[in-house]
């Protein structure tokens, strides 16, 4: 799979960042690489390998929840670009 800068447009955008064509260039480079590497372990058999599981003994320690004061709704959509009905409102990524 190929990523082409107009993904990487596409992509910054969502992120509302603003690159560079040489930064566009930078990362294109870096995803087609960490694609082509995916690619390449998608082909191991894995079949004759064991599932792996927690070794170390390590068990989750959770808390209970607690409601603590936090920003007010408006304050909080007040930075956005768009919001509708209360919610932050964004672009559809997928199709």
Partial sequence: MRIMRIDISRISKLANLSLSDEEKGKF??????????????????????DPTSQVTGLENITRED??????????????????????????????
């Fill in 28 to 49: 294109e480079k870096q995803l087609d690489e960490t694609i082509e590497y995916i690619d390449k372990l998608k082909e191991i058999d894995t079949m004759t390998v």
């Fill in 66 to 95: 607690e409601v603590k004061p936090s920003l007010p709704q408006e304050k909080v959509l007040s930075n956005s670009k768009s919001t509708h009905n209360g919610l932050f409102k964004v672009a559809a990524i997928l199709e």
